[in-house]
DNA sequence: GGAATAATGGACCATATGGTCCGGTTGTGC
DNA sequence: GCACAACCGGACCATATGGTCCATTATTCC
């Protein structure tokens, strides 16, 4: 099945142009999103990045509301596609540290500036916006049961103590990573998150076997 | 000395009368945006919950940013006042706990919702206005300051290994707070909050001295 | 190839919002 | 008690912003 248009029950046809269009205005709507923030983002921005005009907009989704909500499952779509892929078949405390890694180098580029898709839209939306805040839930528990997974297979592979609790590892390692992002990008520099980051792999690491 | 004014330096005369309004002002600020977010929080929502009119707000502030400069420094102090209180005198393991819970109780009244005053104000300020990004950097930097300073202070009597690098730790334990903060905030439940402070102390436990 | 529908351009609208102005009142210092 | 400045109420303003409408052009389907 291809995309069994959560965001559209209706699911009106939907000729190429019209998806391109609907695209282009996604994209830009997720980029303007992640550099000002959700409430800062006007329709007028996303018009504009995008080249598209009013009608195409409303032509495509019904308020910002529904752009909003988009953008929550494009991001989502994609960092755990991205997560997935680094993650999928993790299995020892070395990928857990290439992991680290990875994250620590792509916000080093940008000196830790935007933070995380995922996180500023969650700390932006979530006591405003219930359907936002479910969804933004739902990412962050499918996020943190990729790492959890990762550290199952350590536990079945004899790397990870067996008594050591997956989940709440996990929960963690996700808390180090999205603390590390603020800090990161209120400092504008990536070391807090960093060294965020090592403390949770240094406590992984007292429940490593021998 | 009586509050140098730094964010008035002609320090206009002020009548208690003024000061009064003045203080409504950022008090009314203050809780909104808290609760709504800054860039969700209107100077007419800001007008009627402190029972002001519009020349008051004006007389005593250039613009909304002011106001916001002006509400990131009110809660800096409160929060550092807090936790200056809190961790002064912290110089053993179970003080740390003791931390650990206050934060966690404070945050379970609400569900974790909101979350905290300087993270969400950082979160949706860091890059669009440099002032805010910077005195929020320093309020952060103070609070880990104390947290360190604690730190410091175990292992002067013993209890902590001298190897271990107080700031460090207490930028882990300040971005676990954080990230407990923001997931306790999307899921609604401050389990994550426990979790990800737990990890964190479980770090520092494994460099007591004994 | 023609009807039906998707897609588009862009003028237009109502309201929200940050900000200004001015007349009048209250309080302060001498 | 008088001059002056702080303080205040609220009308008013320009613009930003989310949203509507309609005429016109592309596509699709039969």
């Given at each position: 099945m291809a995309e069994p248009a959560l965001s559209t029950p209706p699911a009106r046809r939907l000729t190429p142009r019209g998806a391109a269009t609907r695209d282009r205005i996604v994209q830009a709507a997720a980029e303007l999103m992640l550099v000002k923030g959700v409430n800062a983002t006007t329709l007028d921005d996303v018009r504009a990045a995008s080249s598209t005009s009013k009608s195409q907009f409303y032509h495509h989704f019904a308020d910002k509301d529904a752009l909003v909500h988009e953008v929550i499952a494009v991001r989502a779509k994609e960092i755990l596609a991205r997560e997935h892929q680094r993650l999928a078949r993790l299995n020892s405390f070395r990928g857990l540290q290439r992991w680290r890694t990875a994250l620590v180098q792509a916000s080093s580029l940008r000196h830790?500036?935007?933070?995380?898709a995922l996180g500023s839209m969650a700390n932006e939306l979530a006591d405003q916006d219930e359907q936002a805040r479910s969804a933004l839930a739902g990412a962050f528990a499918a996020w943190e049961t990729l790492i959890a997974d990762g550290l199952r297979r350590m536990q079945a592979n004899g790397?990870?103590?067996?008594?050591?609790?997956a989940d709440d590892l996990a929960t963690g390692l996700m808390a180090a990573l999205q603390g590390g992002y603020l800090l990161a990008e209120t400092a504008h520099d990536v070391r807090p998150m960093e060294i965020a980051l090592d403390m949770a792999l240094d406590q992984v690491k007292t429940l490593l076997i021998s």
């Open positions: 830790g500036a935007y933070g995380c790397t990870l103590k067996p008594g050591a609790d």
